[in-house]
């Protein structure tokens, strides 16, 4: 089966600007998790999006924001860039019904650079 | 709160070494926990996972075994390849599709 599919896989923007990221989950899967990876803070969760809703929210400004279409597709937004927004995004998806033990499959990332 | 302690790198071994990298844990409820590798340009793939105290994983000849009493879930492999190069991630999850990442430790395996 088709596995998580992240678009696109590079990006460079400039200060001050938007940027949207994709990602669509494996098929079946409804949970969809979003990762911001750096050297210096390592892998840290964004937020959880299911069935539509947000379901769980890491420690990250308002700027970053995301959304579920209802074919579990999710897109996240960061406004406002700032150079310590450069980052290679991770989605990762999954049943999100499971609970506990379940696995998650990541997406290649898209690896933002802002200039 | 939930956190992730990980063996720092990087980490170079010839082949057919014994690999171990130590991963500890602090979680509120009852983790799951995972190992996850990533190699170059690439996402993380999910190595091995264990659900329960005293669960072992296994998956590629390696192996990590939950330890409740020392919350502990280290990683080892009896004879490393140099196919094994890669970036090595800690991983707990305790709800939902969330999870907390230990910083990866770098492993090169040299011929």
């Known amino acids: 089966k088709a596995g998580v599919t992240q678009t696109p896989r590079y990006l460079i923007k400039t200060r001050g600007q938007q940027v949207t990221l994709s990602c669509s989950p494996i098929?079946?899967?409804?949970?969809v998790s979003w990762y911001q990876q750096t050297p210096g803070q390592g892998l840290q969760f964004l937020f959880e999006?299911?069935?539509?809703?947000?379901?769980n929210k890491g420690n990250f400004p308002g700027r970053f924001s995301g959304r579920q279409f209802s074919n579990s597709r999710s897109e996240m937004n960061v406004s406002t860039l700032e150079l310590g927004d450069s980052a290679l995004y991770l989605c990762?998806?999954?049943?999100?019904?499971?609970?506990?033990?379940?696995?998650?499959?990541f997406g290649q990332g898209t690896r933002l650079t802002v200039v | 709160g939930d956190s992730v302690t990980q063996m720092e790198g990087p980490v170079t071994l010839s082949e057919e070494a014994f690999l171990t990298i130590n991963c500890t844990y602090t979680?509120?409820?009852?983790?799951?926990l995972f190992w996850y590798v990533q190699y170059p340009g690439e996402g993380l793939q999910l190595l091995l996972k264990?659900?329960?105290?005293?669960d072992k994983g296994s998956n590629k000849g390696f192996e990590a075994t939950y330890r409740k009493e020392t919350t502990s879930f280290h990683l080892e492999k009896g004879s490393v390849q140099v196919s094994d190069s890669a970036v090595y991630f800690c991983?707990?999850?305790?709800?939902?599709?969330?999870?907390?990442f230990g910083t990866g430790t770098s492993l090169t395996v040299i011929p």
């Open positions: 990762a998806s999954s049943l999100g019904t499971g609970g506990y033990g379940t696995e998650a499959f």
């Open positions: 098929s079946g899967h409804r949970s």
């Open positions: 999006y299911f069935s539509e809703t947000q379901r």
């Open positions: 979680a509120t409820g009852y983790p799951s």
């Open positions: 264990a659900t329960k105290a005293d």
């Open positions: 991983a707990l999850s305790v709800t939902g599709n969330q999870f907390y």
